[in-house]
């Protein structure tokens, strides 16, 4: 099933658009709404991330977008009390890394940045 290019650079505007909303819901305290918007798109992100090739070919930065909605994600879990949610989130991330990283779809310099982004937040 592949996607066509239009559709792949429709579902990354869109992530950016869920991310905005997330964000401007975050600021106004409307903290169901943000962690709604900010599923959102996480699941555009795995979409994204599970059409590595396509989106290489466009030029869509599937992993940095990936890793940024789990940081988001695990960050509003955070602080909506939720932290067994957050550490599942990250989990989650770090081990889709690995995977991308055995398929050599990642470098390793971009593999270990990337687990850094994410592992930071565990501190």
């Not at 909506?80 to 991308?100: D, H, P, R, T």
Request: hydrophobic share 40%.
């Amino acid at each position: 099933n592949i996607m066509s290019d239009y559709c792949m650079c429709h579902i990354e505007s869109y992530w950016q658009e869920l991310m905005d909303l997330s964000t401007e819901e975050f600021m106004q305290e409307a903290y169901m709404e943000a962690l709604s918007h900010s599923r959102e798109a996480f699941y555009r992100a795995e979409v994204l991330a599970t059409h590595a090739d396509r989106c290489e070919k466009l030029k869509i930065p599937f992993v940095e977008i990936y890793t940024f909605s789990c940081e988001n994600l695990a960050c509003m879990y955070q602080h909506m009390g939720e932290s067994l949610q957050a550490v599942k989130i990250l989990n989650q991330g770090i081990s889709f890394l690995g995977y991308l990283y055995k398929q050599k779809l990642l470098s390793k310099e971009v593999f270990e940045e990337q687990i850094e982004a994410l592992n930071c937040l565990f501190r």
